[in-house]
């Protein structure tokens, strides 16, 4: 089970011990998702991570439990965490009766096609703090 090891010890007078590298959460490794994290917040090759690890007979976890752990839990929990963000910063702009600006760069990639490069000036007003939808001014450098 990826970097998992359970050790199990037993005696002729019926005494067991049992011995784990680490817990569990929901029947899966902590030390699995631990990695994946890892690999993922340091930005290096997934394989290329893996494949050290193999190559050092580090017990680790597949590239498929990599990407499904990456899909199931670490890209969810970041836009969680993103989003909480973001409407706390709002919030607290609301409660100070400021008004927001926004920025970005407006960058639009599509398969196959050259990134778009533009500029996004987004001014919200503390009035209209509920939702960042509404752009006011936009400037688009093609
Ligand atoms: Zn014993």
Known sequence: MGSFINVSI???????????????????????????????????????????MNHASIATISARTYHYMQTAYIVPSINSVW????????????????????GGDARCCSPGHTANMGLTVNKVKNSICNGIGGFEERTSVP
């Open 83 to 102: 989003q909480l963000h973001q409407q706390l910063y709002i919030d607290t702009i609301k409660e100070e009766g400021r008004s927001l600006k926004l």
């Open 10 to 52: 037993s005696c002729d007078c019926g005494h067991v011990e049992e011995w784990s590298s680490q817990p569990m959460m929901n029947n899966m490794p902590v030390g699995n998702l631990i990695i994946a994290g890892a690999i993922m917040f340091y930005g290096c090759s997934p394989v290329k991570a893996l494949n050290f």
